[in-house]
């Protein structure tokens, strides 16, 4: 049995059962990068304390840019003796080194180690997936440019309610997903707090210059209090619910373009490249990939809520529960990426049956909100207005015409607030450009939505 870092305390060995229940280097390998910024990070800190020399610290910066280069090449692969990615690090950087490896633990303890590497990895993760966000957002943008006139039903309780631009409904998304950016971008500023310092619980006697390394380290603040310093993953929670929500906004676009490319909808082209086929009936293209989007999106939920009740009865401070925190973080970083690159290449090859979404507002009386607005300004109130649309409508379903088939005759035996007037509301492009408040379907009012859309990402992708 490999000797521990912490087995002076023992008279006995560790249970070769207990080594492969503790151990975290199967899934933690993966901070090797942040561990060893840390760790350098930390070894100039000593120096700068007089705890090292500056021929030490060389040896040592010298000893983890070597560690860092066997990891990557695959010329040094910790095992389970090794415990987690920390201890990897440093029994490696021992053997190249010597004993003087031993001193880098100075001043520091797993606690925050671990607790650095996990803020730098989320920061890390934080940026890539705001890049992604931004990426599909141009997407979005480059479809709805391309269908600003293109009008569909829009839909509530999934029934044909009002026609709209589908510019409009698109640019629904992209309010979604920048949403979803500024909840990365929240957390972000709330954990760019560096650990470093707070030791096991409560310090470390040294003089460590913590503000001088979270600079380093290109950190906002340190972290102030010990205690939670090193017992706090809000800011993995946080990530994590992000997360959370980002899939959920995915998981609907996902669901509707799948209802779309229906055979009774038929309002979309999915790229073949993004499809597969049946096994057994040949004519299947079948839209897996935003069905594989709608499914994960129950597995990110799921690392949230398990990272929540692992959290949630842990005094303070620090507690091994709090390793089970890497493996929902890691899925969920590496699902979140996958998910938005996807939809971004889907949806840069996707197109819209135009003709299809435009026949589809024949049906359904989508006009009928209209009709009922037409009356209110004809001193009707509203809810008389509303009971004699919905005469006119059962009117018309009896007798299988649609609103615009009613004559004047026919619409004044319901109301004689009706005039010849009418004619102009039974016409698919004036209701969509009856919408005059701001945030409507109006094209115009759209135009000023997608060209305020393309300034934010402009803005964002400036250097």
């Known amino acids: 049995m490999s000797k521990k870092a912490w087995s002076g305390r023992f008279s006995k060995s560790e249970h070769p059962l207990m080594e492969r229940f503790n151990a975290s280097i199967p899934f933690d390998i993966r901070l090797y990068q942040e561990d060893i910024q840390g760790s350098l990070a930390h070894a100039q800190t000593l120096a700068e304390s007089g705890i090292l020399s500056k021929n030490e610290l060389k040896k040592l910066q010298n000893g983890l840019e070597k560690v860092k280069k066997e990891l990557e090449s695959g010329d040094f692969s910790p095992n389970l003796a090794h415990e987690d990615i920390h201890m990897a690090v440093e029994a490696r950087l021992t053997e190249i080194i010597g004993p003087l ?7 520091r303890s797993r606690n925050d180690q671990v607790a650095l590497d996990t803020r730098l990895f989320v920061r890390r993760q934080t940026l890539e997936t705001c890049h992604r966000i931004s990426a599909l957002q141009q997407s979005l943008l480059n479809l709805a ?10 839909y509530t309780h999934l029934q044909r309610a009002q026609p709209i631009s589908l510019a409009h409904h698109l640019l629904a998304y992209f309010e979604m997903l920048e949403r979803d950016f500024s909840r990365f971008a929240d957390n972000f500023e709330r ?15 040294l003089k460590l210059d913590r503000e001088k390394t979270a600079q380093a380290l290109g950190f906002e603040d340190i972290t102030h209090n010990s205690l939670d310093t090193v017992s706090d993953r809000d800011f993995v929670l946080d990530f994590l619910f992000a997360a959370s929500t980002l899939m959920m906004h995915l998981s609907r676009l996902a669901e509707e373009l799948v209802i779309w490319n229906s055979q009774e909808f ?16 040949p004519q299947k293209v079948n839209p897996d990939a935003p069905e594989l989007v709608r499914g994960k999106c129950g597995r990110v939920y799921g690392n949230l809520v398990a990272l929540l009740t692992t959290m949630k009865a842990l005094p303070l401070a620090y507690n091994k529960d709090m390793q089970e925190d890497k493996e929902p973080l890691f899925d969920s970083a590496d699902t979140i990426l996958m998910c938005l690159e996807v939809f971004q290449n889907m949806l840069a090859q996707t197109s819209f049956n135009t003709e299809k979404m435009r026949a589809a507002t024949k049906d359904g009386f989508v006009l009928a909100t209209d009709v009922a607005d037409y ?13 004699v649309v919905g005469q006119l409508v059962q009117h018309c379903q009896k007798n299988a015409i649609g609103l615009e088939d009613l004559d004047l005759s026919t619409l004044q035996r319901f109301s004689n607030a009706f005039k010849n007037d009418v004619s102009k509301i039974m016409n698919i492009e004036n209701s969509v450009n009856a919408r005059q408040t701001l945030g409507g379907t109006n094209l115009a009012l759209v135009k000023k939505e997608l060209s305020r859309a393309k300034g934010i990402l402009k803005k964002r992708n400036s250097p």
Request: proline share 8%; with cysteine; hydrophobic share 40%.
């Open 145 to 154: 440019d391309k269908n600003l006139n293109t009008i569909l039903p829009g």
């Open 191 to 205: 954990m760019n707090a560096c650990p470093l310092g707070a030791g096991a619980l409560a310090g470390s006697p």
């Open 101 to 107: 490896g031993g001193k880098l633990h100075s001043g």
């Open 375 to 387: 009356l209110v300004q004809k001193n009707i109130p509203f809810r008389e207005a509303h009971a």
């Open 266 to 281: 038929g309002f979309v082209n999915l790229p073949q490249e993004f499809c597969t086929g049946s096994s057994m009936m």
